[in-house]
């Protein structure tokens, strides 16, 4: 795999996580929740979004990295 399909890779796993996401804020909706577990599930949406960052940014600098190569 070259560095673009890397990035493409990673923007796709960046895509799952932000998914499961959604879902997580939509669970959050839920009357029947009590306070541990809507504490549970937004320190884990603050988790995901902290991994899903991370795989952007990844994602960004294989694609960098790949776009300097095919120049030289």
Do not use: F
Not at 29 to 53: F, H
């Amino acid at each position: 795999m070259n560095y673009c399909e890397w990035a493409a890779a990673y923007r796709e796993d960046a895509c799952r996580v932000l998914s499961v996401i959604e879902k997580k804020k939509a669970l959050l909706n839920d009357k029947k929740l009590n306070a541990d577990m809507r504490k549970s599930i937004g320190d884990t949406i603050i988790e995901y979004r902290r991994i899903y960052r991370e795989l952007l940014k990844t994602a960004e600098l294989l694609r960098d990295r790949g776009g300097k190569r095919h120049a030289a």
